[in-house]
């Protein structure tokens, strides 16, 4: 397939805890991007990077963190989960511009209680 | 800003014709995105428009007027696996970077 994983699938844990979520290509896709779904918003940008220690922020991005240390990984880290944290998440990846968009991967399920 | 705006919800029969809207404002244009996504899956890419017109896939179609910040999604000879949302995303210029920005989805319920 795609070549993209998330981990974990599914998570739940407590108010004030930090909580890392993993984002795993094997495409060598250059730009990697962190959404949340949530009903009735759609899909919203947390963070996006375009390369090895190049991030930005998206437009929800108060309260969450990412690093890329390496073109496969891109990690986003909530520094101190709230019960308004809870969510799909989503990453995917991109080659650039062009006709195909993006990747996405399976999403990963937080609840934050 | 970008604003996207697309129903909530339609609801169509197996084997009939429906038409998915899309209306975007955006500041700069770079591409129109059509994702499929079923209940507690991932988006799938379906289609993608830059220029007017009709862009036909299989039974699935998509159009873009540009002018008139217009896109639809046609779905034909609907099948029951085709009940899922319909997510339409438009790629703006102006950052200079390719980043999508989704508009809510639109849920199709297929019925037999």
């Known amino acids: 397939d795609a070549g993209i994983t998330q981990s974990p699938r599914h998570k739940v844990t407590e108010t004030g805890t930090p909580v890392t979520l993993r984002c795993h290509q094997t495409?060598?896709?250059?730009?990697m991007y962190w959404y949340r779904q949530d009903p009735g918003h759609g899909l919203r940008l947390i963070h996006y990077s375009y390369g090895v220690k190049d991030t930005d922020k998206g437009e929800v991005s108060d309260g969450y963190s990412v690093s890329r240390s390496k073109t496969e990984d891109f990690l986003l880290t909530l520094e101190s989960a709230t019960s308004s944290q809870t969510s799909v998440y989503f990453c995917?990846?991109?080659?650039?511009?062009?006709?195909?968009?993006?990747?996405f991967g399976s999403g990963t399920r937080l609840t934050v209680v | 800003g970008q604003n996207i705006d697309q129903p909530t919800e339609m609801t169509a029969t197996e084997g009939a014709i429906v038409q998915i809207n899309c209306t975007y404002q955006?500041?700069?244009?770079?591409?129109l995105f059509w994702y499929q996504q079923h209940a507690g899956e991932a988006p799938t890419f379906l289609s993608y428009?830059?220029?007017?017109g009709l862009e036909e896939k299989g039974r699935f179609s998509s159009f873009l007027s540009r002018s008139k910040g217009y896109s639809y999604l046609l779905l034909k000879e609907l099948q029951m696996k085709d009940s899922a949302s319909y997510l339409c995303?438009?790629?703006?210029?102006?950052?200079?970077?390719?980043?999508?920005?989704f508009g809510t989805g639109t849920r199709l319920l297929v019925s037999p």
């Open positions: 955006t500041s700069g244009f770079n591409g």
């Open positions: 995303a438009v790629r703006g210029s102006n950052t200079g970077f390719q980043k999508l920005v």
């Open positions: 495409e060598n896709h250059r730009y």
């Open positions: 428009n830059v220029l007017d």
């Open positions: 995917a990846i991109s080659v650039d511009r062009g006709s195909y968009g993006y990747t």
